[in-house]
């Protein structure tokens, strides 16, 4: 065990937001604390890594753990770029290295008893430069960047000219690289997109150590978590296996717990009654049973009534009217800006009753579509157009939508003048707007509290053309649970953006993925395309691309069916059967059996140099070869090269195996 939390609290204003939460974390355990907003996760984060102090109870690590902590965002002040701050990490390494490097200049001015020094000075520093795996901090400095999103242009960046979003994939860049035996994470998949969370994930799955994570990210909880800690009403309790196990259990417990509350304060009501029944009658005896009852009663221990998850908000979608068939085309849309083009030609269409995800790295344009559609964005060429009776209603993340300037009630008044003071606070009553609540101003709400109110006036709006842009930003599991019902059970049509891959895959019937300028048309959810985007992706890129733009298919969408048949890719806009010919085929099965061929070589030139790497270990730790000067520098050399030619046989197998 290397970290154990032992009846914690912690209250604020004199409102209890823990009350003796206990849990601990084995080592290499990956672990997960989940809870609606403000259960007092980030809260309990900070009293683990000493931010904040306890009420009661006690933090405890095991003796010599390191920890490293991400908060949900960073102020990373520095004029480093974006390379020398990840670089930064790794200075005792380069440090080492360079020590290394004068000693071995030094020996060829020195002799006798100074020489013996220097060589015994030496060894220490390969064995331990070895230890540290020195000779592949360049490689995983720069790998880490990739992995996180960063491009080889953007290292050369200035720290200072960076989003915050940049700045916490910069720090927690830096925790990976320093490679604690306890990762701590706030939310680290909120300013990564799909590329960098999926490695992100195999990242974390491989590490060796613990990580604790606090995420309302569910599909990255399913790949990572082997236990779930969920703080709910103030208490914790500890899950094994990953969220959809935790999701089951508590479900089961969940229905536990109500069936022993509703029992037991049955009982209670029960007792209640036959105690003032007993006291009516006004006898001794009777007396003396109702007091003797009282006691029992007293000394019951009251269960705490259950979190109900329909206390949250409550969101029915219902258009007021039904569009035509053809709820929209888009037909050879195009947008740059400056020398920076983000797609070219792209067509599809929409139908009434379709849920669409549109999804693609960060920067490809998904959010600049949506403004396209909704005329907050110029088109650079192509149409778009509309069906009849096509009422659309518009959820933007960045809110502007919202007026900072107005309150919550005048944000929804001034919408819906026909309202009135009654309808408009049971509506945001519904959203967790009560009281006083509806008089903040607009400018004064956090994120999640915006995304609230844009989705009240969403479900006022009665659209039948729901358009949404990152909708389960800033929401919790529970609330995103109840967008999800509430979306599935809606009868209008749905498009949206979103990195929320459990949401994707719970919502869409069909996914567009904005990649390499162009769109490719996916016939089914988040899994379905998770099966088949490889080698569309590859087959729009490669070979196989050339190949369809000579046979004359010039549409920049693509689309690959889900059929119970096997099923292959075709052109959206394409008239025939959308299958390949039989030449590309051909070409497509040679092309690859010789990559198959390549990453086969690769593997096995990796597997070779390494069981070399780890025989000039074993070598190095040999007293007789460690005073050999002469063979000392021999292995050292072998063993730089061996390292070298890993770094590039190592790019070349990720280049393969995508």
């Excluded at 071995?104 to 060894?123: A, F, I, P």
């Excluded at 998949?189 to 799909?194: A, I």
């Excluded at 070589?601 to 780890?614: P, T, W």
């Amino acid at each position: 065990m290397i970290l154990s939390c032992h009846n914690i609290c912690k209250s604020f204003d004199g409102k209890d937001v823990l009350k003796d939460v206990s849990f601990h974390i084995e080592a290499n355990e990956k672990a997960a604390i989940v809870g609606i907003n403000g259960a007092g996760k980030t809260t309990l984060l900070k009293i683990i890594i000493g931010e904040e102090t306890a009420d009661d109870g006690e933090v405890t690590f095991a003796k010599d753990t390191t920890f490293g902590y991400l908060a949900q965002n960073q102020n990373i002040n520095s004029e480093n770029t974006i390379y020398e701050e990840l670089k930064e990490v790794k200075k005792d390494i380069i440090k080492l290295e360079e020590d290394i490097r004068d000693a071995e200049q030094m020996m060829n001015l020195v002799t006798g008893d100074e020489l013996s020094k220097l060589m015994d000075r030496y060894t220490d520093m390969s064995h331990q430069f070895q230890l540290q795996d020195g000779y592949a901090w360049k490689s995983e400095v720069t790998g880490v960047a990739k992995g996180l999103g960063f491009t080889d242009e953007e290292l050369d960046k200035s720290i200072s000219t960076l989003s915050g979003g940049q700045k916490t994939r910069v720090a927690l860049g830096k925790l990976l690289l320093q490679k604690p035996d306890l990762i701590i994470l706030d939310e680290p998949t909120n300013h990564l997109d799909m590329n960098s969370i999926k490695w992100l994930e195999t990242y974390l799955l491989n590490y060796k150590g613990a990580v604790l994570i606090v995420s309302h990210d569910r599909y990255f909880l399913d790949k990572i978590a082997g236990k779930i800690i969920e703080i709910d009403n103030k208490k914790a309790t500890s899950f094994t296996g990953n969220y959809s196990d935790y999701s089951v259990k508590k479900e089961q417990m969940r229905a536990i717990e109500w069936h022993a509350y509703m029992n037991q304060q049955a009982e209670i009501k029960h007792q209640q009654e036959v105690i003032d029944k007993l006291k009516s009658f006004n006898r001794e005896k009777s007396i003396k049973r109702a007091e003797s009852r009282e006691k029992m009663l007293n000394k019951i221990e009251v269960l705490d009534k259950p979190t109900e998850i329909n206390s949250a908000m409550k969101i029915t979608l219902t258009p007021n009217c039904i569009s035509g068939n053809d709820v929209m085309k888009v037909d050879s849309i195009s947008k740059s800006f400056g020398d920076s083009q983000l797609f070219k030609d792209i067509s599809f269409e929409v139908k009434r009753g379709e849920r669409i995800a549109i999804i693609g790295d960060n920067g490809t344009g998904k959010t600049t579509m949506l403004k396209m559609i909704n005329n907050m964005e110029s088109l650079d060429s192509g149409s778009i157009t509309l069906g009849t009776k096509v009422h659309i209603g518009y959820y933007d993340q960045e809110h502007h939508v919202l007026h900072d300037e107005k309150t919550i009630f005048e944000e929804i008044s001034d919408e819906y003048p026909s309202m009135n003071n009654t309808e408009i606070r049971n509506t945001l009553a519904t959203f967790l707007f009560l009281g006083d609540d509806v008089f903040k101003r607009i400018g004064d709400l956090s994120g999640g509290e915006k995304g609230r109110v844009s989705l009240a006036k969403l479900m006022l709006s009665e659209a039948n053309f729901l358009i949404l842009d990152e909708p389960t930003n800033h929401l919790d599991i529970t609330s995103k649970e109840i967008l999800e019902t509430a979306l599935n059970g809606y009868e209008g049509t749905l498009l949206y953006v979103s990195h929320d891959r459990y949401f994707i895959n719970k919502t869409a019937t069909r996914i567009l993925d904005l990649t390499h300028g162009t769109m490719i048309n996916y016939i089914g959810n988040y899994d379905y395309y998770l099966e088949h985007c490889e080698e569309q992706t590859m087959r729009i890129v490669g070979e196989t691309a050339s190949a369809l733009s000579g046979a004359g298919i010039a549409s920049n969408s693509f689309q690959y069916q889900n059929s119970n048949s096997n099923t292959a890719a075709q052109p959206a806009a394409s008239t025939g059967n959308g299958q390949l010919d039989w030449k590309a085929q051909k070409e497509e099965a040679a092309r690859k059996r010789k990559q198959k061929a390549a990453l086969k070589k690769c593997e096995d030139e990796i597997a070779k140099l390494e069981e070399r790497n780890d025989e000039i270990n074993t070598e190095l730790s040999d007293p007789a070869v460690a005073t050999d000067l002469t063979q000392v520098r021999k292995l050292s050399d072998e063993q730089q090269e061996i390292n070298d030619r890993l770094a590039v046989l190592y790019d070349e197998w990720e280049t393969l195996s995508e």
